[in-house]
């Protein structure tokens, strides 16, 4: 398997543009979750979804961001309007069976909002 | 705040030395993970200790599990300098609100000497 791939790998935008961040899990993998690293507040979980429902979105900063899972093999993570705060990396990661066992990671999307 | 808080933030030893990082987290737990992060790298899932679980191994590594204390540690034997990186232990389920998910500490950056 070719691990969770995450697209794209660098984006730099202006203040106020629309971001998409993308996330494919892990064939049959059930839980995806996103989160988000900087070096102040370390990794943050944003929102997961199980089974391609959101469960829980309690992490997801404001009404800037939302997330989207329409199948099992795509997901999306989308900032809109991006501001400077938001440069961090963006993790997305799956796991199988239950939300609390190990989790696969994808590279990352290195984020910097000018 | 912080569930899992690592021990110490930095460490530098040289090769061929033991490293011993710590974890202490604050609340109940299904089981405790430790990851590793190369420079610019997604995580990479090292080893899983459950609850009802002590002490476990994998090659190099070596992880207890105090839960009367709420601590964890993560033991690198013979370090080798591919072993420089950080480390996060991780717990389940997410103390932000959620059944499922983990919540990540800021990690230990390691860096073994040549």
């Known amino acids: 398997d070719a691990g969770v791939i995450q697209s794209p790998r660098h984006e730099v935008t202006e203040m106020g543009q629309e971001v998409t961040l993308r996330c494919k899990p892990i064939?049959?993998?059930?839980?995806l979750f996103w989160y988000r690293q900087t070096m102040m507040r370390g990794l943050e979980l944003l929102i997961y979804?199980?089974?391609?429902?959101?469960?829980?979105d309690s992490g997801m900063p404001e009404d800037r961001f939302s997330a989207k899972m329409p199948n099992a093999s795509f997901s999306t993570l989308k900032i809109q309007p991006s501001e400077p705060r938001d440069s961090a990396v963006y993790f997305c990661?799956?796991?199988?069976?239950?939300?609390?066992?190990?989790?696969?990671f994808g590279p990352g999307t290195r984020l910097t909002v000018l | 705040s912080q569930q899992g808080e690592e021990d110490p933030q930095a460490l530098s030893i040289q090769e061929g030395e033991n490293a011993t990082m710590n974890c202490s987290y604050k609340?109940?737990?299904?089981?405790l993970q430790w990851y590793r992060q190369n420079s610019g790298r997604g995580l990479v899932h090292l080893i899983l200790?459950?609850?009802?679980?002590r002490e476990k191994h994998s090659g190099r590594l070596r992880v207890t599990l105090d839960t009367s204390k709420k601590s964890s540690s993560l033991l690198i034997t013979a370090s080798r300098a591919a072993d420089t990186a950080s480390y996060f232990c991780?717990?389940?389920?997410?103390?932000?609100?959620?059944?499922?998910?983990?919540?990540f500490g800021k990690g230990t950056h390691l860096i073994i000497q040549p």
């Open positions: 990661a799956s796991s199988y069976g239950t939300g609390t066992d190990t989790q696969y």
């Open positions: 064939s049959g993998h059930d839980y």
């Open positions: 979804f199980n089974n391609n429902v959101p469960i829980d």
């Open positions: 609340t109940s737990i299904n089981n």
């Open positions: 200790i459950r609850s009802n679980e």
């Open positions: 991780a717990t389940g389920p997410y103390s932000g609100g959620g059944a499922d998910g983990l919540t």
